[in-house]
């Protein structure tokens, strides 16, 4: 990850310039040689230029007008180029408030000019245009759209679509063999050369951009260039810098395995979000920028434009998660609220989580999924962040300290999740520590006898049968192997839940086991006093069950209640093997407490202990 120096830069006025870049295609550039806006991508503060591009055919296209910074100084400098009330069609790659205010002024100056843009723009310039025959105007294009301004510049446009930019086109010129590339391949700096002559001198400062921009989608923008390739391009026109011709295979190849990069961290962090007016969005990239500075790969997933899958299929293989919303008419949106169910049923409560969002007097979405998931027990990596609507540099500033945060927490917290190393490998037996790969679901088997109950924990147990339905068990003697070695024999396999406290009462050997003590038969016959009594004083008899919820199954034994499920099982057979006892048993009947719970499971180094 590039850090940002500062850099004092000489106050020049910001210009226009324009040139000449292919057959009746020029570039506007409207550059300011100081940091344009306090934004995170902005902070290398070598200024930036904002491209636009116009094409004069038989019909005159003009693309991306720049934000209203450069409002004023561009319409005047295009005009002295060209007589707007010639102009056909205003080609907008994205749509954001800052360039609506530029194309405000131009769609009025130019009144007969078609407007060009994606479907999800439509709604964003329908409210920001307000003049007379505004939707008429409106002209939406689609992946693979064409637009012939004649003199072979028939216009090919790319949906372009990213979580940041939910309205991105890009567009091909094939008599040009330019592609506009819009937000991709662009760099935020200032400087003279229109084309990238000095590219090698670059390298930083585009890696800095694709961190602020890209690497957060880098799943949506392996899909963007892969659509590229099918064209014969030999100019990329981005939206920001110098345009790419010198360095064009180059800055793919950067692109592609920057990509990959960020899918070789170790760590990965689902950034979900929600954003009607881009508050929230500003806040999420600040996060993200933050836990990729920090070495955390990071997928944004903008909940309006996913599926239910794709947010479960990403939730599932996270190892943190960062949940943003705005509050809208006193609630989140809901897609986040949706996105909220999906992390609740499929995300392991040991995961570390986030929440942030803006707000505007209220802010119940934000406590709404702070509480949520306290309630569910998960721990936070950083305190929520409340923004009241849009952010400043201060608070930008916080998000991208909460993002390191969370991936400092992230890496302590795996850090103690992973077991040490005792020994050194080679004094490990190989073949224990291949067994020592066998994963079992971890469980508390309750046994009553004599009214006594008794917990031992196990993780060697395993499905066996289907019809009936029935499963095995491992015990040894010092787990009460004895109680459920007949027949007939009745106990209760609590499953547990990761991420629970419960296995702390429980260990592998049973506190109170039964094969050093005689049934209470047998003691009762010998005039010992009842286990209950004796065991409050003894080590032995520390009650595990104390400070746990259970209640009675139909068989006698306890449920407990914050198992994920349990099993009332009938014991059918035992097989004396090894050091073990195997004993099958019939499953009698069963429930699932926890719908949204994740199976415990019992991770060991080596296969000679539990
Ligand atoms: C229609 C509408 C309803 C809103 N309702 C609330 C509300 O109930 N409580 C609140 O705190 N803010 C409310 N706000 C303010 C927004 O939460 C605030 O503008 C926020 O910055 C929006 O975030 P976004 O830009 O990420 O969409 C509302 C704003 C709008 C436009």
Known sequence: MVQAPIKTTPAKKRDVQVATI?????????????RLKFEVEYSRQKGTTSNSYLIEADKIALIDPPGQSFTQIYLETLEQHLDLQKLDYIILQHVNPNRLATVKV?????????????????????????????????????????LDLGQGHQLQFISAITPRWVDGLCTYDPQSKILYTDKFFGAHFCDEPIFDDNWKQLDLDRRFYFDCLHASQTKQLETALAKFTAFDSKIYAPAHGSLIKYSLS??????????????AQEFKVVLLYASAYGNTATLASAIAHGLIQSGVAIESINCELASTEEITTAVQACDGFIIGSPTLGGHAPTQIQTALGIVLANVAKTKLAGVFGSYGWSGEAIAMLENKLKDAHYSFGFEPIRVRFSPTATTLKE???AGINFTQKLKKTKKLRTPRQAVTETQIDRTEQAVGRIVGS???????????????????????????????????????????????????????????NIRRNFSHQSRNSFDERPRAADRR???VQAFEETSKDSPLGTREFDNVTTKTATNGC?????????????????????????IYAVVEQGEVSENSGITAMQHRKSGSHY
């Open 250 to 263: 180059r800055f793919s190849y950067d692109y592609r395995s920057w990509c990959q990069e960020q899918k």
């Open 525 to 527: 016959k010998r005039g």
């Open 399 to 401: 998000c991208l300290q």
């Open 558 to 582: 306890l449920i407990i209640e914050e198992a994920l499920a349990h099993l009332e099982c009938t014991v059918q057979s035992n097989v004396p093997s090894g050091d073990r006892n195997l």
């Open 106 to 146: 131009l769609a009025a100056k130019a009144p007969q000019a078609q407007i060009i843009c994606s479907k999800p723009a439509v709604n964003a310039l329908e409210a920001a245009l307000t003049f007379p025959q505004q939707r008429s105007r409106i002209q939406v294009v689609r992946d693979k759209d064409t």
């Open 22 to 34: 292919s057959t009746n295609t020029q570039v506007l550039r409207s550059r300011t040689w100081d």
């Open 442 to 500: 971890l469980c508390v088997l309750t046994t009553c006898h004599d009214n006594h109950h008794n917990g031992v924990l196990t993780s060697w147990v395993s499905q066996a049968t289907f019809n009936p339905p029935g499963v095995m068990i491992a015990l040894a003697p010092e787990q009460n192997a004895n109680l459920i070695s007949n027949p007939g024999d009745k106990f209760v396999l609590n499953i547990l839940n990761e991420g629970g």
